[in-house]
């Protein structure tokens, strides 16, 4: 759940570079949300891999039952 807090937290961080972005026409801040939306990516990319394993790694122990 940590890992879920993290994507919550780094979404609300960046609320105020998008509405600087799409609102101010600010391009620091369009570099800033991309470069937030690459952590998010790589993020929830780690959370994919870790369900992945945890749901096999279920599956062995009902297998071995």
Do not use: C, P, W
Not at 42 to 49: H, L, S, V
């Amino acid at each position: 759940m940590n890992r879920f807090e993290e994507l919550k937290t780094l979404v609300l961080s960046l609320e105020d570079e998008f509405h600087k972005f799409y609102e101010k026409d600010n391009k620091a801040a369009g570099t800033r949300v991309r470069k937030g939306m690459q952590t998010l990516k790589k993020i929830a990319q780690e959370i994919r891999t870790h369900i992945s394993a945890s749901k096999a790694s279920m599956e062995e122990l009902k297998g071995d039952k």
